[in-house]
C-alpha cells in the first residue's frame, strides 16, 4: 500500500518538507492512547535468534535506522516503533547551525536515489542531551553521530568533535566520529591520515578517561580508494578504535538513469540510496577481508530492500542501517528485512 497509494503522494511535495511533516505527524498520532503500543506490536519481529551482541551491547535485531533522520534527538522514541533496535542521532554539532541554504534535498526517483546538501543542521549538542536525559523505551540502543560545526576551521576541528563527545556522553550507548559528509565544506579533508589521528586519538583518550567506556566508531566515505583505505584500517587498528559504519554519501554521480542535464540542475551534495549499493557493499567486504573479520562493521548505504541487507550481513557486517530505503519503501523495511532473516535461519536449521 505504501508503494502504490502513500508514497506517490507523499513525493508530491519536497523531502525536506515530507521530512518535517512526518515528525510532526508522528508525535501528534503518538499521543493518541494505545496506539505507540499498538504500532510497535506490528512492526516489531520478536525472537531471541534476531537478538546478538555487539561491542558488548545487546540488540533485540540487527536493524537500525541511521543518522539524519533524527538530527536533534526529538523522535526516536517514535522511530523506535517501527522496528529498530537502534537509532543513530545527528549528526550533532557543538553549536546549533541551520545548514546550508534550501532547496538541498531532492530525489532522484528513476534511480530510487536521494542527493542532499544539508549541512549538519541541528540545534546543537546542549539541546540533544537535554532530550537524551529522559526515559527510553525498553531495548532500545541510541547512537550518537557528531560532527563539526561549519564555521569552525579544521584546524580546529579537533575541539568540536571534543565538545560534543563530552556533551552527549551519558545519552548515547556507542559513537560515531563523522569526518567523511560531503556537504561541509572541507569536512572530507579531516580523513587524511594526520587530521583523523589527531580526532580520533583525542576521542580514544576522552574515552578512556570514563569508568564506563562506550564504543567508538568511524564513518567512512565510499569514495576512497584501497590505499586510503588501508591507511585508514591502519589508523583505526593503531588507535584501537572500536568499529567502522560503512559508508556515508557519495560525491559520484556514475552510472545514474536520470539525465545529466537534471542532475546538473541539483547541484553538489551527497547521493544515497540504491546508487550507492554496489559500492557499500564492496567497501563491506574489503574491511571485513583485510581485518580478517575481527573488525566490527555496521553497514549503511544502499540498502532498499530485504536482499540488498541479507548481502551486508554476508558480506561481514553485523549490523545494517537504513535511511533512504525507508523513503522509498515504507515504514515495514524493518520488518521484513527481520523476518527474513529469521526464515533464512530457520531454513539453515531444516
Do not use: W
Amino acid at each position: 500500500m505504501y508503494r502504490y497509494l502513500i508514497r506517490p503522494i507523499l513525493f508530491l511535495l519536497s523531502p525536506e518538507t515530507i521530512h518535517h511533516l512526518l515528525i510532526t505527524s508522528l508525535r501528534l498520532a503518538f499521543k493518541i492512547p494505545g496506539l505507540l503500543p499498538l504500532v510497535k506490536g506490528f512492526y516489531h519481529v520478536k525472537d531471541k535468534s534476531l537478538e546478538l551482541n555487539f561491542l558488548g551491547l545487546h540488540f533485540t535485531n540487527p536493524v537500525g535506522l541511521a543518522a539524519g533522520f533524527d538530527k536533534n534527538a526529538s523522535i526516536y522514541k517514535e522511530f523506535h516503533a517501527f522496528g529498530f533496535s537502534f537509532i543513530e542521532i545527528g549528526t550533532v554539532t557543538p553549536l546549533g547551525q541551520p545548514g546550508n541554504e534550501k532547496p538541498r534535498s531532492f530525489r532522484i526517483k528513476k534511480d530510487k536515489g536521494l542527493i542532499n546538501r544539508m549541512g549538519f543542521n541541528n540545534h546543537g549538542a546542549e539541546a540533544a542531551a537535554a532530550r537524551l536525559d529522559c526515559k527510553r523505551p525498553k531495548g532500545l540502543i541510541l547512537g550518537g553521530n557528531i560532527g563539526k560545526n561549519t564555521l569552525t576551521p579544521n584546524e580546529r576541528a579537533v575541539d568540536d568533535y571534543e565538545a560534543v563527545f563530552k556533551a552527549i556522553y551519558d545519552g548515547v550507548d556507542y559513537f560515531v566520529v563523522n569526518v567523511s559528509c560531503p556537504n561541509i565544506s572541507d569536512l572530507r579533508k579531516l580523513q587524511d591520515q594526520d587530521s583523523l589521528e589527531q580526532i580520533l586519538g583525542r576521542i580514544m583518550e576522552l574515552r578512556d578517561q570514563k569508568d564506563h567506556k562506550k564504543p567508538v566508531l568511524l564513518k567512512i566515505s565510499p569514495d576512497l580508494n584501497e590505499q586510503q583505505l588501508d591507511e585508514t584500517l591502519e589508523i583505526v587498528d593503531r588507535l584501537k578504535i572500536d568499529g567502522i559504519v560503512a559508508t556515508n554519501t557519495t560525491v559520484s554521480r556514475a552510472g545514474l538513469l536520470t539525465t545529466d542535464e537534471e542532475i546538473n540542475a541539483i547541484g553538489n551534495g551527497g547521493m544515497s540510496g540504491a546508487p550507492i549499493t554496489a559500492r557499500s557493499l564492496e567497501v563491506v567486504s574489503y574491511i571485513h577481508q583485510k581485518s580478517e573479520g575481527k573488525l566490527p562493521i555496521i553497514a549503511v548505504g544502499g540498502i532498499m530492500c530485504v536482499q540488498d541487507a541479507l548481502n551486508m550481513l554476508d558480506a561481514g557486517a553485523t549490523l545494517i542501517q537504513i535511511y533512504t530505503g525507508f523513503i522509498y519503501e515504507g515504514p515495514g523495511l524493518a520488518r521484513r528485512i527481520n523476518r527474513a532473516i529469521l526464515k533464512r535461519e530457520a531454513a539453515k536449521k531444516a
